[in-house]
């Protein structure tokens, strides 16, 4: 009996309890260092980073999108791989940033997903440089929005995702998690800025 209730323990880990609908399995693999090396990092400006998700080449299991109306840039990236529960660090995604102005910025993440349910396929993981990774996660569902909460699991406090940052060069990674999560930009703010989740903000300029 103990053997019946570990396999099926095991099985409901591995498949992960999301419903998402899966396309293939093509997320796995991909480069788990993502492409940050030698590429010229993206500059705060008055407290204010903004930064397209796709401005970072394609990683194994994402892909590039259009479909929805209400993202900015030249698109949006779509998490196309299987669930990763458990599983960080596939289709690593990396984005280097300069901080000028060090304090604790918030994080957003402008994000879709359409699950019915709006706590299902609602996330990502986020790292910041050699930290842990994190899952992001948005409760809301059917629309572009900027909820962008971390998860350090049940019965944990679930905070509004906030980053302290020095001055000098970070890089945040992110990878695949919910299948069929949308993500479109990013922003980094600090406390002051006004309308600091507008989609009319131009990108950051990037490092000369
Ligand atoms: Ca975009």
Redesign the pocket.
């Known amino acids: 009996m103990k053997n019946v209730i570990y396999f099926a323990l095991c099985s409901f880990v591995l498949a992960g309890c999301c419903k998402c609908p899966q396309l293939g399995a093509d997320g796995a693999g991909g480069n788990p260092f993502g492409h940050a090396l030698g590429v010229r990092p993206f500059v705060e400006r008055d407290g204010l980073l903004v930064v397209?998700?796709?401005s970072a080449p394609l990683a194994d299991g994402w892909r590039l999108e259009t479909e929805m109306a209400g993202?900015?840039?030249?698109?949006?990236y779509t998490w196309r791989g299987p669930n990763r529960f458990g599983e960080p660090g596939t289709g690593v995604l990396a984005y280097p940033v300069r901080i000028t102005t060090p304090g604790r910025y918030s994080f957003r993440l402008h994000n879709r997903h359409d699950e019915p349910d709006h706590t299902e396929c609602n996330d990502v993981y986020v790292r910041l440089g050699g930290d842990e990774w994190v899952k992001v996660f948005s409760h809301k569902a059917g629309e572009w929005n900027w909820v962008s909460r971390k998860d350090f699991g049940h019965n944990s406090p679930k905070p509004n995702a906030t980053y302290d940052l020095l001055a000098g060069d970070h890089t945040f990674y992110l990878s695949g998690r919910s299948a069929n999560f949308s993500i479109?930009?990013f922003h980094l703010y600090l406390e002051d800025v006004p309308d600091p989740r507008n989609v009319a903000h131009p990108q950051s300029p990037r490092a000369k």
């Open positions: 397209e998700i796709e993202y900015s840039g030249d698109g949006y479109d930009r």
